[in-house]
């Protein structure tokens, strides 16, 4: 019974990382959630006090990010969001900002 389980949840982590690869709009769709507070691909309004994504490094958003989903960088919100997200998920949502303009 103990394989049968483990076989499920390998096929499981499987079928994740196919689906993240299967569709070329992934990135985009999952950035789209940003934009409420972001703006639209990234672009913040100047002036409303929330950063801009765009064209930010990817590096640096990972960084942030993975601070907000550690609580090692306070937040009121971004904390609860980024934990939302796999890992796998930040990435492609880093990577998307990054080469927005």
């Given amino acids: 019974m103990k ?7 390998l096929a499981l982590l499987g079928a994740q990382g196919a689906a993240l690869a299967a ?9 789209a959630t940003c934009a409420n507070c ?10 409303a006090g929330i950063d801009a994504l765009a ?8 960084q942030k990010l993975a601070d907000f989903k550690s609580g090692d960088k306070p937040a009121s919100i971004m904390h609860q ?10 990435d492609l949502i880093a990577g998307y900002f990054a080469a927005q303009k």
């Fill in 38 to 47: 972001h703006g639209t691909n990234g672009n913040a309004v100047k002036g």
């Fill in 23 to 31: 569709d070329p709009n992934l990135a985009r769709n999952l950035a």
């Fill in 3 to 9: 394989r049968i389980s483990l076989l499920a949840a």
């Fill in 55 to 62: 064209g930010v490094p990817k590096d640096k958003t990972l």
């Fill in 81 to 90: 969001i980024a934990k939302g997200y796999t890992d796998e998920q930040l």
